[in-house]
């Protein structure tokens, strides 16, 4: 009796071993089949390689189905396979990326990562095997999953239909302002300014997504050229200080607009798109406008876009509870235009300054 209750447990240790070698082979089959560097491959432990690879398995399936229903997309994969060899396609693409100086997000209908580019890691710290697949609602901030979900909602219309969409997140940061990395309970937030498109499709078969770029909000911007313009402003959006580049664009000496609200300055049809931009401040820190249209002094507009910042105040006493209120909004402005209808007054005031010839 006690030798076959042994017998048993070594036949039931030896195929327990059969069974961890056979799984073993299998995820080490799994873990080859990944398209990654073998140094990031040696690091997965068996949770991240199934879910890496089922992100892999979606976007494979994402892109045979966009091929299928796109003739963009057959045109993209007949030059993929043209191209002259795998290194070269990859060096491309990393100039694409230095480029754009941001990264490259794929999200599926529910939020799921299904792909970010390698440079990830770069701006948040956070490098693209921690992120793939997992849903960004995990490393979003509460108060922005209200406006992903609404971006993520996909009207039914054409069977693939491509729907802009422009929005600023705030994602989990690892990388300290020096430059530093911590750990994922220390991290902060960081602003991103996410534009891109749906793809959509009404067959339940294939494979609805949002394709991408996500460029991290600078506190401070480079006035590259002379159609770029500083300014100051109290929350409520009034100019407390302007540049002299200014004048040269719009024609407003800077001492004019001191005073004045943005809201004076832009075309009426465009007040919308700048109260998102004003709320997007108030809740984010950091904003961009989207392009609108600016009035010039004595007639026409010019097309612009605003970059800002609200700096926050002293910080309260200890005695006090809760965070530093802003103090005052950081601006810089890129004219994309020359000025555009210059004898149409769209306001009392171009009116009265009918005689100000622009400079175009």
């Not at 609805?208 to 506190?219: A, D, E, K, Y």
């Not at 590259?224 to 500083?230: D, Q, Y």
Request: aromatic share 8%.
């Amino acid at each position: 009796m006690k030798v076959d209750k042994e017998r048993r447990r070594a036949i039931s240790r030896e195929a327990a071993r059969k069974r961890r070698r056979a799984e073993a082979d299998v995820f080490a089959d799994l873990l080859r089949l990944l398209p990654l560097r073998a140094s990031v491959r040696a690091q997965l432990d068996k949770p991240s390689v199934i879910r890496l690879a089922l992100c892999y398995v979606r976007l494979k399936t994402l892109l045979r189905d966009a091929m299928f229903a796109s003739p963009f997309f057959t045109g993209a994969a007949e030059l993929r396979q043209n191209s002259e060899s795998e290194t070269e396609a990859v060096d491309e693409t990393d100039v694409y990326l230095r480029v754009l100086e941001g990264f490259v997000m794929v999200l599926s209908s529910e939020g799921d990562m299904m792909f970010l580019s390698d440079n990830v890691g770069r701006y948040l710290g956070l490098t693209q095997t921690e992120l793939m697949g997992h849903n960004i609602f995990e490393f979003t901030h509460p108060c922005d999953h209200e406006e992903i979900r609404s971006v993520l909602h996909f009207s039914a219309g054409e069977p693939w239909s491509d729907a802009k969409c422009d929005f600023v997140m705030r994602i989990k940061s690892t990388l300290t302002p020096r430059g530093r990395s911590t750990n994922l309970k220390s991290a902060t937030w960081k602003v991103l300014h996410c534009q891109g498109r749906a793809a959509t499709c009404a067959d339940p078969f294939l494979t609805s997504c949002l394709l991408l770029t996500c460029r991290p909000l600078p506190v401070s911007h480079t006035l590259l050229c002379s159609r770029t313009f500083s300014s100051e402003h109290s929350m409520d959006m009034r100019f407390t200080h302007c540049d002299h580049r200014v004048t040269s664009i719009l024609g407003y000496p800077p001492h004019e607009l001191v005073g004045r609200s943005i809201y004076e300055l832009c075309h009426t049809l465009d007040v919308v798109c700048l109260r998102k931009y004003h709320i997007d401040l108030y809740s984010k820190s950091q904003s961009v406008s989207g392009r609108y249209r600016m009035l010039a002094r004595g007639g026409g507009y010019v097309w612009a876009e605003s970059h800002s910042a609200a700096v926050p105040g002293p910080r309260a006493p200890k005695s006090r509870a809760g965070h530093p209120q802003p103090r005052l909004i950081l601006s810089v402005t890129y004219v994309l235009s020359s000025v555009e209808e210059a004898f149409l007054q769209l306001s009392l005031e171009q009116k009265m300054q009918h005689g100000y010839v622009s400079r175009g």
